[in-house]
């Protein structure tokens, strides 16, 4: 059964919509229809989308979408706008076994914690044990020297926050004003900025991270090719 879209949703404003008519990653004019009347009823943004799938490459996109202008609006109850909080006081024991896992594993200071939880976390099946290694993004301890590590689309820092824990030299880069805010009170370098090449220097990162961006770029081939520039040769990205 389709779900019904409430009569007083807020539609997104049509001089901020793009039509592309073709694939963003391969340029694939070919596609199905996937999904229609879908809104966002997780952060509550504006606007009704359809959805396309690609038969080249099998990507996923919408059409018409936000042009660069107004996506901003997308943001506005997003989750990075919210300030900083990497010490979740929760007393679960599984909150607890976490902590300690993460602590143990990638230098983390979260609490409170259990030494258990790491020898117990290499117990789990491989979802559940992944989750918090994914949660750390797999950035182990710095280098000497090869510290330096970038956030694309950091928000509020708050994975910046945790990796400075483990010796990275952090800075982060956002188009979101308001998100960023929370980064800066943290004592984190940040650049307000789009991803474009005179952002940063050329091979000037030792590791370059970035989660949960890439599907909102308008451009994601130019987007990878641009912070790949700015990474060292050799360096870790993910």
Known sequence: MPLTIPRDWPKWPESGLEHIGQCPVCGS?????????????????????????CTSCQSCYIDPRPDKKTIGMAYRNYETHREIDNQNTSKKFSTRLRNGYLNIKYGYKMTPNSYFGFPLMHLLPPPLKFEWDHYARHMSKPKPGRNKL?????????????????????????????????????GIRVTLSPVQPD????????????????????????????????????????
């Not at 689309?153 to 952090?170: H, P, S, T, Y």
């Not at 994601?220 to 912070?227: D, G, M, S």
Request: glycine share 10%; net charge negative; with cysteine.
């Open 29 to 53: 004019k070919d596609r199905s229809l996937l999904h229609e009347n879908l809104i966002d009823r997780w952060f509550h943004a504006p606007g009704v989308w359809t959805m396309h799938l």
């Open 150 to 186: 970038l956030d694309v689309g950091c928000g509020n820092g708050e994975f910046l926050a945790r990796a400075r824990w483990q010796g990275w030299d952090v800075y982060g880069i956002d188009a979101d004003e308001s998100a960023l805010k929370f980064a800066k009170d943290a």
């Open 199 to 238: 952002a940063f220097p050329q091979n000037y990162f030792d590791a370059i991270t970035s989660h949960q961006v890439i599907e909102h770029a308008h451009d994601p081939t130019c987007f990878l090719e641009t912070i790949y520039g700015w990474l060292k040769p050799g360096g870790a990205y993910g």
